[in-house]
T-cell receptor, first 112, second 115 residues
């Protein structure tokens, strides 16, 4: 079945790198996404990766995909206090509906 | 430009009552999605519309839940005989087209509390 798992909490110091991990079970995933949710705000798409890629870099964000192990990670370089939020990993299934399956979210706490 | 809007932002209702939640997607977006987010969880898919038709309603938990999109724009999620377990934030998203290549833009959600 479809399942996406994330660790619940990560705490880092400002200026350090953060790495948020995610595992998924369905090998037919076509796209994998990272969303950010801040208190009182809607979900914001940060970045995504197509399932035939293994890495994508976008400014301070690096996404790594290990399709064999069904493991996805998001690295945030030079983490800032403004990066404190909940980060969700999500997968989009084959079949072209765009239905997203989300993990339970990782709360990132950035200490000054 | 305007993003996805949802009304009301908060809704408190008594167990057993009927509620309607409204979503206004971004103009021109043909795909519309409803998700439900319980406290401490990620969003859970409910239903997907392509135009006026529900292309995938596999996430609706039971027949108390129903959604419509009669003119292919605004959508209403309807919940009959509400239960305390229906309390959650209901999120709407829209995208230019179906499938993973199109970004889904999320609204701020409607927080439903059933007392």
């Amino acid at each position: 079945g479809e399942d996406v798992e994330q660790s619940l909490f990560l705490s880092v110091r400002e200026g350090d790198s953060s790495v948020i991990n995610c595992t998924y079970t369905d090998s037919s995933s076509t796209y994998l996404y990272w969303y950010k949710q801040e208190p009182g705000a809607g979900l914001q798409l940060l970045t995504y990766i197509f399932s035939n890629m293994d890495m994508k870099q976008d400014q301070r964000l690096t996404v790594l995909l290990n399709k064999k192990d069904k493991h996805l990670s998001l690295r945030i370089a030079d983490t800032q206090t403004g990066d404190s939020a909940i980060y969700f990993c999500a997968e989009s299934m084959a079949g072209n509906t765009g239905k997203l399956i989300f993990g339970q979210g990782t709360t990132l706490q950035v200490k000054p | 430009g305007a993003g996805v809007s949802q009304t009301p932002s908060n809704k408190v209702t008594e167990k057993g009552k009927y509620v309607e939640l409204r979503c206004d997607p971004i103009s021109g977006h043909t795909a519309l999605y409803w998700y439900r987010q319980s406290l401490g969880q990620g969003p859970e898919f409910l239903i997907y519309f392509q135009g006026t038709g529900a292309a995938d309603d596999s996430g609706l938990p039971n027949d108390r839940f129903f959604a419509v999109r009669p003119e292919g724009s605004v959508s209403t999620l309807k919940i009959q005989r509400t239960e305390r377990g229906d309390s959650a934030v209901y999120l709407c998203a829209s995208s230019l087209g179906p499938g993973g290549t199109y970004e889904q833009y999320f609204g701020p959600g409607t927080r439903l509390t059933v007392t």
